[in-house]
């Protein structure tokens, strides 16, 4: 039974960085090279919206213009874990953050950026 986990939210000030990992818990070794995984994002009173993809292949996708240059995605396959990168926060980016992959979501991380 896979499960996601992610880990790494918090409270920081505007200008900040956070990392987010999801980890592909009870995972084979094969499951990132086989499954794309997704963040999304949930903004206070906002519908989840998708944000991030690394495919199988390592290539990696934002949908957000406001993300291009602060976000970057990696994975670790030994570690099954993949990383969301966040740099140069805004209050806007205040949301729970979800890893996603096929049917599995993880159980989301709050990031909130305020002063």
């Known amino acids: 039974q896979v499960q996601l986990v992610e880990s790494g939210g918090g409270l920081v000030q505007p200008g900040g960085s956070l990392r987010l990992s999801c980890t592909a818990s009870?995972?084979?070794?094969?499951?990132?090279?086989?499954?794309?995984i997704h963040w999304y994002r949930q903004r206070p009173g906002n519908q989840r919206e998708l944000i991030a993809t690394?495919?199988?292949?390592?290539?990696?996708?934002f949908y957000l213009d406001s993300m291009k240059g602060r976000f970057t995605i990696s994975r670790d396959i030994r570690k099954r874990t993949v990383y969301l990168q966040m740099n140069n926060l805004k209050p806007e980016d205040t949301a729970v953050y979800y890893c996603?992959?096929?049917?599995?979501w993880g159980q989301g991380t709050q990031v909130t950026v305020s002063s």
């Open positions: 009870g995972a084979s070794g094969s499951f990132f090279r086989i499954n794309p």
């Open positions: 996603n992959s096929d049917q599995h």
């Open positions: 690394i495919t199988n292949e390592g290539n990696t996708r």
